[in-house]
Each structure stands twice: as structure tokens, then as C-alpha cells.
């Protein structure tokens, strides 16, 4: 049997869904081939939605049992109740992967369950659950297959002791020690949840600094708060191996002992899912990494085949799949096609939050850019004070020239909510004073950056 469309995509995760709609909005027949059940990726099933679930969840019942008592309430002895928390976080992806069923139906994408892979020019064969085969043609087809874990050598992998973070998701008991292999956002979030909830956490990572990508200045804090919390973190270690012995896990690290534990959590980064799925039929050669390479208009070097999201170059955020898939499919109808890389913000949704966008100190200092510099503390700011989380800073970035901004990083409260400002403020080449002189509500945390912007020019009035 085959089926004919306009575009055909590959992957119903968070790039693929949405340049499926938008394809379908810009009036060209759409379909979605996913193997999973329920659409939405690695960020919906088992990455970003359930884990900032998690992390809300857990936050929560920190704050019962360490915080309220500051606001005047008192509520006796808490209690966790684990399988609530997990079934909380199950029926948070539920809906939303109900919610994209919906938006696919709404429209009018059609859907194919099963794998899908390239079958020469024009062609995508999908392998459904049973064994059955669909033939799909398509003039146009998409590759948005994301990514998965990194396990390195040495670690062994049994899905219960020792997993990734798809199992650290769902863990059925808090475990007494669990060993993080990874100081990146991954491992400090599932870290943090599990800490909250009574784990004893030791987090082995092999640079000399956490959150490699970040600010370093702002991934200092970040280290300094997260060891004051509880989390064990350890900076240049080297896991040599990670194995199951006796029912707990044992890893190894080069000069020290080995470290027993109840759980290992592997949170090594992640690679392209682009193995097996028939890249060989078209001639498409993938690089050392497992990318596909694109032209600015996300065309690969196979007519007529097209790659987004992790499978691409770039960072591995759902949001910035998502841009890829719009302006994929915008390409193909000869409107706007451009994602600007560099304007991509990141955020860690520990417990204080940490979000950049733009240009860290380290990169404006060996790219040889002169700028300056505005930081203004959270424990400066009135709402900060109101909720009690005064924990933090926001710093800004600008060009000692033009002022124009060039980066912005932000860790403490609602710093993923903040960093939608920046963004928008530098999508539009904002200077530090065009910030600074823009008329932020009071009092809110927005106004630390507000704040920040004014540093910049060395005139901030509340620090």
C-alpha cells in the first residue's frame, strides 16, 4: 500500500510535530510517521515536561518541610508520597500528548505509527509494531528523529541499578545513594529532585567546573549553592566504569575508590538519532557525530530530503527544534527560513534557576570583544524579598562601543521566565539602555534585569 503527501515527517517529537502543523497551516498534505505511542518526543515523554514536573513536585516538598515556616506557616510533619508524585507527572504528559493528538487532528496532519525510514528518492517505508509496511511518497521529506543518551564506555546499562535519565524519571523507591555521572543540566536537575526527596547524591564530573557552556562566573554560583543544598558534586573525575554487583552499583573512578551505591544515574549528553534510518538510500553521509549536515534552508545534500532539531547541528533544545521545523517548512513556500543560533536562550530548572542567552564573558574575552558589564543581586529587589528567594543575580552583557547587548545570564528566581525578555530584547538589537529605560511593573523580578541593563552605564539606583 502506498500513500502519497506533499511532506512527510519523520519524528512526532517537538521539531517534527510542529512543521507538520505549520506545513499543513501553509496548505500542503502532512504527515507524521512516529514509532512511540504518544507524540511528543524525548522532551515530552521522557525529558523536559516530566522532569520539570518532577522538579516543581519536589521543590514543593522541600519547601514544606524547610520553608514555610518562614512565611508563618506551620503544618506540622510532612510526609512524601512518591507514587502521587510520579502519577502527577504521568498525567502532566498525558494531557499534553493528548493535546498534540488534537492539534494533528485539528489540522488535518495525518498520523503513521511505526518506524520510518528513507527508501531512496522520494520514498519513506514505515515498519508498524506487527511487522506491517506502508509505502510513503513525498517530494518532500523531513528528518526530525532527535537524539538519545550517551552512555560512555565502561558503563553498563541494565535499566534498573544503572540508566539513563529515562529511567531516573520513575524510579519506584527514593534511593539511599545515587551516583550521578555528569554535572550538566540533566544530571544537576534529576539530581536536585532526588536530593530534595532524601537521596544522599554524589555528582561526578569529569571537567573542573559544572554546566560546561555556561557563564562561568554564573556556573561558579551555581556550584557554591547546589554543595551548600546538599548535593555532593566532585570536579575532575574520570569514571573509568559503572557495574551491578550484589543487586547495587559500583563505579569506578581513576584514583579513587570505588563508590557503592543504590543507583546510577548516566547523564552524558546526548547524540543524533540517525542511525538506521536509511540515510545510505539517498547518499546522505552523516558527520563523525551523527549530524546531518543542512544549507540555511535545512536542505541536506540528498533533493528534496530536509533535516531539523537534533539531528542537525546546534544546540539540543526542543525550542530550538521547534524553530527549525517552521522555518523548514516556511523554506519550502520561499518565506522567511532563518533561526538565529546565537539567540537560542538555555535554562536549568534547578532550584535557583539559571538561564543565558547570548555570549558568555569567556567567549566576548578570547573572541577579543570590549564590553561592559551591569550585575545587579536578586537580594536588591523587592519581589525577591516578598517571596523569600533572594538568592542570585542578573548580569548583562553589552558591546563597550555600541552598547548594544551581546549576552545576558541570569541565575535565581523565575530565571527561565526572564530570559524571555532578553531574548526578545536582543532578537530586536536592543542596547543595555534600551532596556534600562523600558517601564518595568513593580515589584517584580523583571526588575532585576531592568536593573542589570542600568549597571551597564555604572547608574543602577537600588544597588
Request: glycine residues 12%; proline residues 3%.
Amino acid at each position: 500500500m502506498s500513500q502519497q503527501h506533499d511532506v512527510v515527517v519523520i519524528g512526532g517529537g517537538p521539531g517534527g510535530y510542529v512543521a507538520a502543523i505549520r506545513a499543513a497551516q501553509l496548505g500542503m498534505s502532512a504527515a507524521v510517521v512516529e514509532r512511540e505511542d504518544r507524540l511528543g518526543g524525548t522532551c515530552l515523554r521522557v525529558g523536559c515536561i516530566p522532569s520539570k514536573a518532577l522538579l516543581e513536585s519536589s521543590h514543593k516538598y522541600e519547601e514544606a518541610r524547610t520553608e514555610l515556616a518562614h512565611h508563618g506557616v506551620q503544618i506540622g510533619s510532612v510526609a512524601l508520597d512518591l507514587a502521587v508524585m510520579m502519577k502527577r507527572k504521568e498525567d502532566v504528559v498525558s494531557v499534553l500528548c493528548k493535546g498534540i493528538d488534537g492539534l494533528l487532528s485539528k489540522n488535518k496532519v495525518v498520523r503513521y505509527r511505526g518506524t520510518g525510514r528513507l527508501a531512496g528518492a522520494g520514498k519513506v517505508i514505515v515498519t508498524a509494531a506487527d511487522g506491517a509496511t506502508t509505502e510513503l511518497q513525498s517530494a518532500q521529506i523531513v528528518l526530525a528523529v532527535g537524539s538519545q543518551s550517551v552512555v560512555l564506555p565502561g558503563i553498563e546499562v541494565d535499566g534498573k541499578v544503572i540508566g539513563t535519565s529515562t529511567e531516573a524519571l520513575s524510579y519506584d523507591a527514593v534511593p539511599a545513594h545515587l551516583v550521578v555521572i555528569g554535572g550538566g543540566y540533566i544530571g544537576l536537575e534529576l539530581g536536585s529532585v532526588w536530593r530534595r526527596l532524601g537521596a544522599q547524591v554524589t555528582v561526578l564530573e569529569y571537567a573542573d567546573r559544572i554546566l560546561t557552556g555556561i557563564d562561568s562566573d554564573i556556573a561558579s554560583e551555581a556550584l557554591g549553592l547546589f554543595r551548600k543544598q546538599g548535593l555532593d558534586i566532585r570536579l575532575g573525575v574520570k569514571v573509568n566504569r559503572a557495574r551491578v554487583e550484589g543487586g547495587r552499583g559500583v563505579v569506578e573512578c581513576e584514583g579513587l575508590e570505588g563508590i557503592v551505591c543504590d543507583r546510577v544515574l548516566a547523564a552524558t549528553g546526548r547524540r543524533p538519532a540517525t542511525e538506521g534510518i536509511g540515510l545510505e538510500t539517498v547518499g546522505i553521509e552523516p558527520d563523525r557525530r551523527g549530524w546531518i549536515p543542512v544549507d540555511h534552508l535545512f536542505r541536506t545534500t540528498a533533493p528534496g530530503v530536509y533535516a531539523i532539531g537534533d539531528c542537525i547541528p546546534g544546540p539540543m533544545l526542543a525550542h530550538k527544534a521547534e524553530e527549525d521545523g517552521v522555518a523548514c517548512v516556511e523554506g519550502m513556500r520561499s518565506q522567511w527560513a532563518e533561526v538565529h543560533y546565537d539567540l537560542v536562550p538555555a535554562v536549568v530548572f534547578t532550584h535557583p534557576e539559571i538561564a543565558a542567552i547570548g555570549r558568555t564573558e569567556e567567549q566576548l574575552v578570547a573572541e577579543g570583544i570590549a564590553y561592559r558589564k551591569g550585575v545587579f543581586p536578586y537580594r536588591a529587589n523587592g519581589r525577591a524579598r516578598t517571596i523569600n528567594d533572594t538568592t542570585g543575580k542578573v548580569k548583562v552583557l553589552a558591546d563597550a562601543t555600541t552598547d548594544r547587548v551581546l549576552g545576558i545570564h541570569i541565575i535565581g528566581p523565575a530565571a527561565g521566565d526572564l530570559i524571555g525578555e532578553a531574548a526578545a530584547a536582543m532578537a530586536f538589537g536592543a542596547t543595555a539602555e534600551d532596556i534600562a529605560r523600558v517601564c518595568h511593573a513593580h515589584p517584580t523580578l523583571p526588575e532585576a534585569l531592568k536593573e542589570a541593563a542600568m549597571a551597564v552605564g555604572g547608574r543602577a539606583i537600588h544597588a
